[in-house]
């Protein structure tokens, strides 16, 4: 699967989370995320573990992308686990790759179109928001950052405040 996405950090958490809600008419999702990150010399390997709304699930997420700012082309893979492979698989994962790190998160999740709206608060980061513009597979890479361009806009998010770099990497750099 293939997504365009745009991330960066957010100076007011409530005034952007009322735009997306604006923009999209509907009340969003609330997540609980903790992700585990694995060493991994192809792109990036996670285990999330989530909680939607009271309802608790768990993948398994393979993906790849550029560090650089504004729009990117990400490609991804999602395996959706029970609880019995979730923790047999954490233990393997951790023994055979290392643990690179863990990051812990709120996210509030709007859906528009074709669009995932993340408004996210990072344990030990702060506030961020991230847009994936969800690829059909007539679309271009160009389609995908029109779209990402254009909601970065109707949500008032300045072309400074983008980031190229994902959680994972801002909380090690802190270390």
């Not at 699930?57 to 992308?65: A, F, T």
């Not at 528009?112 to 980061?125: A, K």
């Not at 072309?159 to 994902?166: K, P």
């Amino acid at each position: 699967m293939r997504n365009v996405e745009i991330k960066a950090r957010v100076h007011d958490r409530t005034k952007i989370v009322n735009l997306a809600q604006k923009l999209v008419g509907e009340e969003p999702a609330e997540l609980l995320q903790h992700d585990i990150f694995y060493n991994s010399p192809n792109g990036r390997l996670k285990m999330r573990s989530f909680t939607v709304n009271g309802v608790k699930k768990s993948e398994l997420i393979w993906y790849n992308r550029p560090d650089q700012s504004g729009p990117k082309l990400s490609e991804y893979n999602k395996t959706e686990l029970d609880e019995a492979t979730l923790e047999s698989l954490k233990i393997s994962l951790a023994l055979s790759m290392g643990i690179k790190g863990e990051v812990k998160k709120s996210r509030t999740l709007f859906i528009y179109e074709q669009t995932r709206i993340h408004i996210d608060t990072v344990e030990g980061l702060g506030d961020f928001m991230e847009l994936e513009v969800v690829l059909n597979e007539n679309q271009t890479v160009e389609d995908g950052d029109k779209t990402a361009k254009h909601i970065q806009k109707l949500l008032e998010v300045s072309d400074e405040d983008l980031l190229t770099v994902a959680y994972m990497d801002m909380l090690n750099a802190r270390k």
